[in-house]
């Protein structure tokens, strides 16, 4: 299982980045993908996810109405739109790939989420300028 993350970069607030997450060596519709993320001195952090069973999208509350999470299946890529993006969302985001229940994927937010996704890329920096 291999994820690879892209897109990351600097960025004024209020501006946007798509972040890409490329996905090989397992079948993709399987699992539920998430975004991640972690600033310094932080936890680890859900912020996205979109269900392998529905494509049903799940956020967090500081993201919800600016990220738009989505999945290109013939690609094996997921995307994570980030829109009037804020200082406070300057992090390293990170895609995951995992089998959580249907509880579980809707727990985006919950400090435990993580546990519940195997495969981890290396990570993207997000640095948003105020």
């Known amino acids: 299982v291999q994820l690879v993350e892209s897109g990351g970069g600097l960025v004024q607030a209020g501006g946007s980045l798509r972040l890409s997450c490329a996905a090989s060596g397992f079948t993709f519709d399987r699992y539920t993908i998430a975004w991640f993320r972690q600033a310094p001195g932080k936890e680890r952090e859900g912020v996205s996810c979109i269900s392998k069973r529905d494509g049903t999208t799940y956020y967090t509350d500081s993201v919800k109405g600016r990220f738009t999470i989505s999945r290109d299946t013939a690609k094996s890529t997921v995307y994570l739109q980030m829109n009037s993006l804020k200082p406070e969302d300057t992090a390293v985001y990170y895609c995951?790939?995992?089998?959580?229940?249907?509880?579980?994927?809707?727990?985006?937010?919950?400090?435990?989420?993580?546990?519940?996704?195997?495969?981890w890329g290396q990570g993207t920096q997000v640095t948003v300028s105020s």
């Open positions: 995951a790939a995992g089998d959580p229940s249907a509880i579980w994927t809707a727990k985006i937010g919950d400090p435990n989420v993580l546990y519940e996704y195997d495969s």
